[in-house]
């Protein structure tokens, strides 16, 4: 039996950053997708919010429910990578601007997930 319950809802989760963030950048470590709510250095802890959503700047023509990618530079892009980090919420022009967009938190989607 499950004792001590951490994170009853986890909405938000501390983990070990895999490269530096700052606050309010998406962050993808292993399978979790969010936005780091503080600025953490390689190695710290960082408090990685998994649920919601934000707005954040999005390379790239959208549309509502269109996923939405990682760049190496920590940004996000509408260009389809390796990367799926969340959904679009608003239609947006091209370009790089402001986009609300929700992570996929702690479950990302893969093909085995769809449908």
Do not use: C
């Amino acid at each position: 039996m499950a004792k001590n319950q951490k994170y009853p809802e986890n909405k938000h989760i501390a983990l070990t950053a895999d490269k530096d963030y700052k606050s309010g950048q998406p962050v993808a470590i292993g399978a979790y997708r969010g936005v780091a709510l503080i600025d953490a250095a390689e190695g710290d802890r960082v408090t990685v919010w998994l649920d919601g959503s934000w707005e954040i700047d999005v390379a790239g023509a959208l549309t509502e429910g269109q996923v939405v990618y990682l760049t190496g530079s920590n940004g996000l892009t509408a260009t389809a990578n390796a990367n799926a980090w969340g959904v679009s919420n608003q239609a947006k022009a091209t370009g790089t601007g402001p986009a609300e967009v929700a992570p996929f938190g702690m479950i990302p989607p893969t093909p085995a997930s769809a449908g």
